[in-house]
C-alpha cells in the first residue's frame, strides 16, 4: 500500500474487555494517523446475543473483502456447543502462519533486551489430528490415539514465510525447531523442508536446528541467542507462551494469524471477564498487533512512529496499567499515547 492510500479493514470488538481496547487501540491509531477505514462486524459472544451466532456470514463476508482484521479476544463458552471461533477463523482463511513476537519493553524485569520472533505452523500438526479410542473389554477408552500430519508442501511454506520475514525485517539467524530424532516422519520432514527453502537464502539469513527440548531449556537459560525461531504446531503453541513470560507475560503479548489471502492481527490475552466493563484493561497488546498489521500493509513507518510513542509512554513515562505494576487506566494511558502522538 502507498503512503495516502485508505485501508479497509475488518474490526473485531470481541467480548469481555475486547470493545474497550480495541476503542483504546482505534483512538491511539486515529491519532497516528493510520490509513485503515474499519468495517465493524460482530463475533463471539457479542454475535450471538446480536443473532445467535457466533461468527455470522456477514462478519467472514468482511474478512474476505478486506483480507485484513482486528480482533478483540472471544471468550469460548466451556463445554458450550460450538468450536472455538478462533481455530474456525484459522481455517477458514487457511491462516499458515502464527507470528507471535516477544521484545523486552519494560526493562529491569527478569530478562532483559529479549527480541524473539517466534514463527508457528498453524493448520497441522497434532492440531489437525485424528483422535479417537479404542476399547479393550469394558473399558470403551483403554487407549487413546492420535495421528498428526505435516505435509511437504506446507513445512516448505511456514519456513519460506519465516525467512521472508527475517528479510523484510532486518533479522539474521533462522532457528528451526523440531523433535526430527524422536517423531522421525513428523518432524522430520519439517526439519528437511527447513534446511532445503534455507539454501535459498544463504548468505542473507543464517540458519540452525534445535530439537525442541534443548531450546525450550536455553530460552530459560539464555533466551539471547535465538532471533526467529519457525517451528511446527504445538511446539510453537508452547514455545510462544513461554517467550511471552520472557517479557512479562500477556499484557504485552501480541499476535498475528497470515495467510496468502487474509491476516488477523490479535492480542494473545482472552476476554478477562474479570476486570471487563472496569476501564483498567491493558490495551497494549493489542496496540503492539496493530503495529504489526501497519507493517504488514507495508506501513513500517507508521509502525515504528506508534513503538516509539508506546516506549516513550510505558518507559520513560512509566503510564502503566495495574498488570504492569501502575496506576493508570485504560484511559489515562490511551490519552497519553494519543497526546504523545497528536
Ligand atoms: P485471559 O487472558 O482472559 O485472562 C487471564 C488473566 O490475565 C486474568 O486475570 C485477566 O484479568 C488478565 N488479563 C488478560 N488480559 C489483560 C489485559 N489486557 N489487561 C489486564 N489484565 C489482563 O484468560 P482466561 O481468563 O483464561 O480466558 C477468558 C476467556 O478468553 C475464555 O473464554 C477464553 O476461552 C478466552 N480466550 C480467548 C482468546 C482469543 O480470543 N484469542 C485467547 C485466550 C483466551
Known sequence: HATGDKIPATLIPGDGIGPEIVDAVVEVL????????WDRQLAGMAAVADSGDPLPLRTLDSIRRTGLALKGPLTTPVGGGFKSINVTLRQEFEL????RPARTLIHGQRYD?????????????????MEHYLPIGHDPKAIAISSGFNTRAECQRIVRYAFEYAVKNG??????????NILKAL????LEAGYQIAKEYEGRVEVNDRIVDACAMQLVLDPWQ????????????????????????????????????AAIFEAVHGSAPDIAGKGVANPLALLLASEIMLA????????????????DTVLTRSIRTRDLGGTADTRTLTDALKQRLA
Open 30 to 37: 486515529d491519532a497516528l494517523g493510520a490509513p485503515f477505514e
Open 96 to 99: 499458515y502462519a502464527n507470528l
Open 113 to 129: 533486551d529479549i527480541d524473539i520472533v517466534l514463527i508457528r505452523e498453524n493448520l497441522e500438526g497434532f492440531y489437525a489430528a
Open 171 to 180: 533479522r539474521k539467524k533462522v532457528t528451526l525447531v523440531h523433535k526430527a
Open 187 to 190: 518432524t522430520g520432514i519439517f
Open 226 to 261: 535465538y532471533d526467529v525461531i519457525v517451528t511446527t504446531n504445538l511446539f510453537g503453541d508452547i514455545l510462544s507462551d513461554l517467550i511471552a513470560g520472557l517479557v512479562g507475560g500477556l499484557g504485552m503479548a501480541p499476535g498475528a494469524n497470515i495467510g496468502t489471502d
Open 296 to 311: 504488514h500493509v507495508g506501513r513500517k513507518d507508521l509502525a515504528d512512529r506508534l513503538e516509539d510513542a508506546i516506549n
